[in-house]
């Protein structure tokens, strides 16, 4: 089995690696810190370290999960060791295909997006290979990242589209669970409640979707019936603006992650 090597384990690198390890991956992963990786020294199928030349030695894909500001020092750093026949993976956001292949130059590199749902295994992640990387390492990075959630191969062109929506969209999920939840406060339910409850009728409408196949349309075409409660929900969320209010928020985030990258 392939040699995965983690470096950085802080929120996603730790949850990669929690991942990967329920599903029996051989591991090797380092932080520059002790602490965080604690909790990974006591799995037969995990190595830690502090050294990240250990894990770009030892690996054959490597998965650079610090912050965007160190990705160039530590990129620097492993440079040597990253030989021709390993794959460097990155995850952050920010960094093209171009970039990454400025500074490791002849190197197989993988450009991916997962999102923060990959704590809870739950993640969409965006893959996008340079040039020298076959199909067998193709299928092999799908089912990594397949690991914690949904994964698929997108071209680059449609990586800020997808950043600004699947990156951004937890954030703009939470923020409708909260002022729902407060709503459901405001006529009486008890907070926890509304948490709960709020939370899994958002799991279910997105897992109802998933399964169905179903449009959008047509599943809220189910909810409402004539002259119902529902109906009058949907006219208040129209005159208040509703859809033009999430299409420009992504667009803006959309933007955003396009003046960002290098
Ligand atoms: N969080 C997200 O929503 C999200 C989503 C998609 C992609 N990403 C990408 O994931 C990457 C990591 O983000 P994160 O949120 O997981 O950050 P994080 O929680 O801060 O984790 C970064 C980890 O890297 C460690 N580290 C720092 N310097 C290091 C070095 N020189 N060598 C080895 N390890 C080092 C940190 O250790 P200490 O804590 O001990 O300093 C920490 O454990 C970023 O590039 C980000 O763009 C994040």
């Known amino acids: ?33 002790k602490k965080n990786l604690e909790k990974f020294e006591n799995f037969e199928n995990i190595k830690t370290t502090t050294s990240n030349i250990e894990v770009a030695k030892e690996s054959d894909y490597i998965i650079l999960a610090v912050k965007p500001n160190i990705y160039e020092k530590v990129i620097n750093e492993i440079n040597e060791y990253l030989t021709s026949d390993k794959v460097f993976i990155s995850i952050a956001a920010g960094f093209s295909i171009k970039s990454l292949e400025e500074m490791l130059p002849n190197r197989k590199i993988v450009m991916t997006m997962p999102n923060t749902p990959a704590m809870v295994e739950e993640a969409i992640t965006a893959i996008c290979p340079n040039s020298l990387i076959d199909e067998k390492e193709i299928q092999d990075i799908v089912e990594i990242f397949s690991s914690f959630g949904i994964a698929q191969v997108l071209d680059e062109m449609y990586f800020p589209a997808f950043s600004g929506s699947c990156g951004c969209l937890p954030a703009y999920v939470y923020m409708f669970i909260e002022a729902a939840s407060d709503a459901a406060v405001l006529n009486g339910m008890k907070r926890a409640d509304a948490y709960k409850f709020i939370a899994q009728s958002v799991l279910g ?6 399964e169905t196949n ?3 349309g047509e599943l809220k075409d189910m909810v409402t019936s004539p002259g119902g409660t529902t109906i009058e929900g949907v006219k208040a969320l129209e005159d208040n603006g509703f859809r033009s209010a999430i299409i420009s928020a992504i667009d803006a985030s959309v933007k955003k992650s396009k003046n960002m990258g290098k």
Do not use: E
């Open 1 to 33: 089995m392939k040699k995965i090597g983690i470096i950085g384990v802080g929120n996603m690198g730790g949850a990669i690696a929690t991942a990967l390890c329920k599903n029996k991956y051989d591991l090797i992963l380092s932080n520059h810190s």
């Open 205 to 210: 409408s997105a897992k109802m979707l998933l």
């Open 214 to 216: 179903l449009h959008p």
